[in-house]
């Protein structure tokens, strides 16, 4: 027995730093994961205020376009401001633009047919 005197202390603090350190490590990736989680809902959050802006603003176009149409719709999460870029025969190019309550920013362009009433392309643009 008087041989394992200075054994188990020495153990034991290996034992508990690998556990403190293995703790630490856990504790950074959920800091890290949370972060991230956090930045996808914000882009997703600016996504779905643009899908929602096309739906209501294609629902108010008809046939016949003005040149001019620029607005800003107001949601709970954030604006979204549109305007016409361009007009081409039948087509028309209408930019939209969100931004969220945090300050997230989604822009995108979509490509409307007059005739058929509907989007035809969607064009996704880097937020600045």
């Known amino acids: 027995m008087n041989n394992q005197k200075g054994v188990v202390f020495p153990i034991v603090m290996i034992v508990a730093s690998v556990f403190i350190m293995l703790t630490i490590l856990m504790i950074d990736q959920f800091i890290l994961d949370k972060r ?3 930045e996808v809902e914000e882009s997703l959050v600016a996504d ?11 629902e108010e176009l008809g046939e016949v376009i003005p040149d001019i149409i620029q607005g800003e719709i107001s949601y709970p999460n954030g604006v979204v401001r549109y305007s ?3 007009q081409d025969g039948h087509y028309v190019y209408l930019e939209f633009s969100s931004t969220t309550k945090n300050g997230r920013v989604g822009r995108v362009i ?10 035809i ?8």
Not at 110 to 119: L, S, T, W
Not at 121 to 128: L, S
Request: glycine share 2%; charged share 30%.
């Open 48 to 58: 779905h205020l643009v899908h929602l802006a096309v739906k209501d603003v294609t």
């Open 36 to 38: 991230f989680y956090k």
């Open 110 to 119: 979509i490509q409307y047919d007059k005739e058929a009433g509907r989007v």
């Open 84 to 86: 016409l870029t361009k």
């Open 121 to 128: 392309e969607w064009i996704e643009k880097q937020a600045m």
